[in-house]
């Protein structure tokens, strides 16, 4: 009994090297798999690459990310990190939020609620959104840019503020991150101002002084309605005995955008004295 014990032990032995020496010679002459036997089974993947792979068809091939096949090697999928770290934005949990297809990365559609990830690398951006308060500051990021790059058009969300302005003029007195904060350029036409500010501009167009040639950004320019005072521009025009019993120009000049022109009986001659009436449109002089 002993002895047979001994050479079923030596048999088993002898298989177990067999199959060893075996599997050895196998793997040894097993080929190695390049990316033109991976397009063999999977086709979709490597197209992608070829239309928008980026650095990932230049730079990185299939074995690259893949360091193998099942049943030999069972995780196929390999983590970003493996290739890209040393910047906050690759040390976001889930890299599958914004890059859809890794195939594709830099084909990047956003789901609404993407803000985090957006901080990584667009700083400047929250900063404006926090320093302005406004309705845009509670917004997602990816609420406006639901696809990485795109800047909408504020007619998007916003109506215009008159009929006859288009999108891409909004950008002229607001931006997009502090939209509160208006910002008119030296250039900005009297029509944009006049699509809110009608009365004004309606006084400023009838009026035959030379305030009418001048752009509303001239006078209002340090600040949305800023209201600057007269002798920013003119200095003090008058002897100060003048000045002292007509303190304010308009009392002489009425509004600045409709100067000199005064309704009958509105004519002061001072705080303190009563209006001086004047004479309807055509009464004759005595």
Same mark, same amino acid.
């Given at each position: ?10 048999? #088993? +032995?002898? +298989? ?43 730079? +990185? ?15 196929? !999928? ?36 993407? $803000? ?18 406004? %309705? ?35 950008? /002229? ?6 939209? $509160? ?9 009297? /029509? ?8 004004? #501009? ?9 305030? /009418?040639? +001048? ?5 209002? %320019?340090?600040?949305?309605?800023? !209201? ?17 019993? #007509? ?6 000049h009425s509004v600045a955008h409709k100067l000199n022109h005064w309704e009958p ?20 002089? /005595?």
């Amino acid at each position: 009994m002993k002895n047979l014990v001994t050479s079923l032990r030596v048999v #088993f +032995v002898s +298989v177990l090297l067999a199959v060893a020496v075996t599997a050895g010679a196998y793997a040894a002459d097993r080929p190695i798999l390049s990316g033109a036997d991976c397009i063999k089974c999977h086709s979709a993947a490597p197209a992608d690459i070829a239309a928008n792979g980026g650095a990932h068809k230049t730079s +990185v091939g299939c074995q690259d990310c893949h360091a193998g096949h099942p049943p030999s090697v069972k995780k196929i !999928i390999p983590a970003c990190s493996q290739c890209h770290s040393g910047k906050a934005h690759y040390n976001l949990s889930s890299c599958m939020r914004c890059h859809n297809n890794p195939h594709t990365p830099k084909i990047i559609k956003l789901a609404n609620n993407i $803000t985090d990830e957006c901080l990584t690398c667009h700083t400047e951006q929250v900063v404006k959104l926090k320093q302005v308060k406004s %309705k845009h500051s509670n917004l997602a990021c990816s609420f406006c840019h639901n696809v990485h790059g795109k800047i909408p058009l504020c007619t998007q969300c916003h109506k215009p503020h008159s009929t006859d302005m288009v999108a891409t003029e909004c950008k /002229k007195c607001h931006q997009a991150h502090m939209p $509160t904060a208006v910002f008119m350029t030296p250039d900005t036409p009297n /029509k944009m101002c006049a699509s809110c500010h009608k009365r004004a #501009f309606e006084k400023l167009a009838g009026s035959d002084a030379r305030h /009418k040639n +001048v752009l509303c950004v001239t006078c209002h %320019k340090d600040k949305h309605k800023t !209201i600057p005072s007269c002798q920013s521009c003119h200095g003090v025009p008058h002897p100060a005995s003048m000045m002292s019993r #007509f303190t304010k120009c308009g009392d002489c000049h009425s509004v600045a955008h409709k100067l000199n022109h005064w309704e009958p009986g509105t004519l002061k001659t001072g705080d303190k004295e009563a209006p001086i009436p004047l004479p309807k449109k055509g009464a004759k002089k /005595k």
